[in-house]
C-alpha cells in the first residue's frame, strides 16, 4: 500500500477552477476575491466580522496586539498547543503563561488557567485539541470574570460546534487555520472572526503595516483622496486573492469534509476498541472537526511504535510537545515539571492518519499494523 499521510489536504477541480479565475482577473491580491472569503466565513460562523491574514500564526499576532498584548503584560494559554500560540505572546513582548491540561481530553484545564492569573495577565487562550472545543463557556465566564480578553486558538476547529453552535462565536476573537491538513485550505492562511468592531478594525490595519485610509479615522483630514496614515505598528500579513478564492471553493465543501473526518473517526472507534491504547474522548464524536485522532500508547515504547508505524508506511505524527520544553522556552527559563498532567499526556500521543478521503481500506491498514506491532515482543 501507497504511503498514508497523517493528514493531507482535497484538492478538487472546482478550486482548480476558481483559482484559474482569479488568475485571469485584474486581480491576484487585494481584490474582491479577499472579501468574499472573510464574508463566507463570518457567515458560517455566526460573526459580525472575519479578517484573513497571510496564515495562522499572524493572525494570532494580530489578536493578542488588538487585545492591547504588548510588554510586561502576560498571557495564559495551554501548553499542549503548537508553539505559535505561545510565540505569537513573545513577538508582543509579552509572558506566555502555561496552564495544565485536563488529562482525558489534552484540551486545557480551567481551574489550572484561573490559578495562573495575576495583575499583569491580559488574555486568556483557549486551544481546540484536535478539533474538539475547550471549555469556551466556563473560559469566557473567567475572562469576564477577570476582565480579560479571551481568545480561542482554533487553527484546528473550523466547523466544529459548541453546544449546537458553530466555534467561532464564544470568544472575543477567534482564530481559524488554512493550512492543508486543516478543515479546509488556502495553501497557507488564517483569519480572525470577532462580534467587536474595535478589535475588527485594529486588525484590518494591522494586517496591512497599520495604515488606514478611512476619512473617518484620518488624523489630518485634509489632504488628497491618496493619503493614508500608519497609526499603529503593524505589519504585512495580507492574503492573496489567489488563496482567498481557493478558501471560497473550499468552503462550500466544509461540512462534508467535516462529516467525512467524523465518519473516519467513527470506524477507528469501532476498529480499536480492543487495543490496549487511550482514545479520544467519544462523546465528542458529533461535536469535534476531528483535525486529528490521537491515540495514546505507552510513553515507554511511544518512540518505538512511532518509528516502525513509520517504516511501514504510515506517515504518524506526534501533537504536540508542550511549548515550555522546545529548547528556545528553556533558554527563556521555563523548566519540565510545569505542567505535569500535559507532559504525561503528551509522552504517549501518536496522531494515526484521518483526512476527508482516507478510505476504510488504508484505515484497517494503519490498525492492522499498530495491532501487530503492540503484540509484538520486540517493544
Known sequence: MAFIPYSRQTIGEDDIRAVTKVLRSPFITQGPAIKEFESAIARYCGARYAVAFSNGTTA?????????????DEVVMPALTFAATGNAALYLGAKPVFADSDAETGNVDVRAVE??????????????????????????????????????????????RYKGRPVGMQADMTMFSFHPVKSITTGEGGVIVTNNKKYFELLMMFRTHGMTKDPKKLRDKKKAAWHQEMHVLGNNYRLTDIQAALGVSQMK?????????????????????????????RSTLKS???????????????????????????????????????????????????????????????????????????????VRALTAILASKSL
Open 60 to 72: 494570532l499576532h494580530a489578536a493578542y496586539a488588538a487585545a492591547g498584548v504588548g510588554k510586561g
Open 115 to 160: 490559578k495562573k492569573i495575576t495583575r499583569r495577565t491580559k488574555a486568556i487562550v483557549g486551544v481546540d485539541y484536535a478539533g474538539a472545543p475547550a471549555d469556551l463557556t466556563a473560559l469566557r465566564a473567567l475572562a469576564r470574570k477577570q476582565k480579560l480578553v479571551f481568545i480561542e486558538d482554533g487553527a484546528q476547529s473550523l466547523g466544529a
Open 253 to 281: 465543501k466544509l461540512d462534508r469534509f467535516v462529516a467525512q473526518r467524523r465518519a473516519a473517526a467513527e470506524r477507528y472507534f469501532s476498529l480499536l476498541k480492543t487495543l490496549p491504547i487511550a482514545l479520544p474522548q
Open 288 to 366: 469535534s472537526a476531528w483535525h486529528l485522532f490521537v491515540v495514546r500508547v505507552d510513553p515507554r515504547t511511544r518512540d518505538r511504535v512511532f518509528t516502525q508505524l513509520r517504516g511501514k508506511g504510515i506517515g504518524v505524527q506526534v501533537h504536540y510537545l508542550p511549548v515550555y520544553l522546545h529548547p528556545y522556552y528553556r533558554s527563556l527559563g521555563y523548566k519540565k515539571g510545569l505542567c505535569p498532567r500535559a507532559e504525561t499526556f503528551a509522552a504517549g500521543c501518536i496522531s494515526i492518519p484521518l483526512f476527508p478521503n482516507i478510505t476504510p481500506k488504508e484505515q484497517a491498514f494503519v
